[in-house]
T-cell receptor
Framework: DAKTTQPPSMDCAEGRAANLPCNHSTISGNEYVYWYRQIHSQGPQYIIHGLKNNETNEMASLIITEDRKSSTLILPHATLRDTAVYYCIVRVAGGGNKLTFGTGTQLKVEL | DTGVSQDPRHKITKRGQNVTFRCDPISEHNRLYWYRQTLGQGPEFLTYFQNEAQLEKSRLLSDRFSAERPKGSFSTLEIQRTEQGDSAMYLC?????????????FGPGTRLTVT
């Protein structure tokens, strides 16, 4: 699976959009981009995934660049409950599909 | 609640003792995964099952660790002769083996402290 690079930490004001970047310059054509988050002392929570096209669900939007070498997770209206570590993961669909976590981005949402 | 459950949530044991953790996946999920997470790090893959078959084991899974999923439903992870380095959060996840990309759903974890 391709390696990802994320900033170690980010701050965001409550009610504003949080834009979390991820670089995955070695991504292969059959690899998906996944985002998970982990609130303190809880298990990771699936947020969203995509292959080529931008995706949106009730939690977030995922913007993938045309060359697929980077992506951005957007939380449109961040709240204090969105404070968590956000992990960007690249993996191939099919097979064992184990997730390879990095150290992620610690997002702190403040008043 | 129909999510992934783990038991116990916390376990304190003395070095050299054996411990066993249980994971109950989401009922229709046929894949089950175990991960370990130490402080400040992301979760690390240990092993996974498809139904009752254990299909992959990480090099992190030493011979003191054994995992089972006897009937393709719940799973147990046993650590024999625990060491202080085994102190970590042990996470279980499950997924459905369908077509396309399928997400994993995690349980709350079991925090192990070896004294």
């Amino acid at each position: 699976d391709a390696k990802t690079t994320q900033p170690p930490s980010m701050d965001c004001a409550e009610g504003r959009a949080a834009n979390l970047p991820c670089n995955h310059s070695t991504i292969s054509g059959n690899e998906y981009v996944y985002w998970y988050r982990q609130i303190h002392s809880q298990g990771p929570q699936y947020i969203i995934h995509g292959l080529k096209n931008n995706e949106t669900n009730e939690m977030a939007s995922l913007i993938i660049t045309e060359d697929r070498k980077s992506s951005t997770l957007i939380l449109p209206h961040a709240t204090l409950r969105d404070t968590a570590v956000y992990y960007c993961i690249v993996r191939v669909a099919g097979g064992g599909n184990k997730l390879t976590f990095g150290t992620g981005t610690q997002l702190k949402v403040e008043l | 609640d129909t999510g992934v459950s783990q038991d116990p949530r916390h376990k304190i044991t003395k070095r050299g003792q054996n411990v066993t953790f249980r994971c109950d996946p989401i009922s229709e999920h046929n894949r089950l995964y175990w991960y370990r997470q130490t402080l400040g790090q992301g979760p690390e893959f240990l092993t996974y099952f498809q139904n009752e078959a254990q299909l992959e084991k990480s090099r992190l899974l030493s011979d003191r660790f054994s995992a089972e999923r006897p009937k393709g439903s719940f799973s147990t992870l046993e650590i024999q002769r625990t060491e202080q380095g085994d102190s970590a959060m042990y996470l279980c996840a499950s997924s459905f083996d369908g077509s396309g990309a399928y997400e994993q759903y995690f349980g709350p974890g079991t925090r192990l402290t070896v004294t």
